[in-house]
């Protein structure tokens, strides 16, 4: 399973940083770039209807019935339920909704764009500078894990709808286990689950 590029491009074995860049071209916030390619049997999504205290777990997930509405309705939850089946469809149901977190911190903070389309898109189109791998390393991006798309596609859900962020603590990047990015040495890590590492970016003091 591709992995995460937030700060660096494992495929390349460098732990370089890439700063925020906001003079990237950014794909139309209203489309998802994955969502032509999955066919019409496998968007149906959900309306959230309120579901309590989240359990991280798939048992869980499986008794949410948020009743059908097509995912092409609600390109943010389509671009958070496409980030983390790339990202993230491997790991527990937890480490899912941490991965989910990250994006939505992303999206609060003033250092990065201001909805999760463009989150996840940020740097795409340039090979090896953006911000997740998988929406730049030319490798087509397919969905073929019907059932693993169908729970992604609820955690999307269920946070997009504000649940809680109770997972990491702030967190504006993760890297797997087997990296280790310059960056992780100077920001503070604030949780570690399944096999990512979880970081908290520097608070930016102004000066006069």
Not at 97 to 117: T, Y
Request: one cysteine or more.
């Amino acid at each position: 399973m591709r992995c995460l590029a937030i700060g660096i491009f494992a495929m390349l074995g460098t732990s370089a940083v890439a700063e925020p860049d906001f003079g990237a071209v950014l794909v139309d916030p209203a489309k998802s770039r994955v969502l032509l390619s999955i066919p019409d049997d496998m968007i149906v999504g959900y309306t959230h209807h309120g579901v309590g205290e989240i359990e991280y777990s798939r048992e869980w997930l499986s008794k949410q019935d948020f009743g059908a509405q097509d995912l092409k309705a609600d390109p943010e939850w389509a671009c958070l339920a496409e980030a983390i089946y790339f990202e993230a469809r491997g790991e527990s149901v937890k480490g899912q909704f941490a991965v989910a977190e990250v994006i939505l911190n992303r999206v609060d903070s003033a250092e990065f764009p201001d909805s999760i389309c463009k989150v996840v898109n940020q740097g795409t189109g340039r090979k090896y500078a953006c911000q997740f791998t998988y929406t730049c390393d030319g490798m087509p991006e397919k969905i073929n894990e019907p059932k693993a798309f169908d729970r992604v596609s609820k955690v999307a859900h269920v946070m997009t709808e504000g649940a809680e962020r109770a997972l990491t603590d702030g967190a504006t990047h993760y890297h797997t286990k087997s990296v280790n990015p310059n960056w992780s040495r100077v920001f503070s890590r604030t949780a570690t689950i399944g096999y990512h590492h979880f970081y908290r970016m520097p608070t930016r003091v102004s000066s006069n």
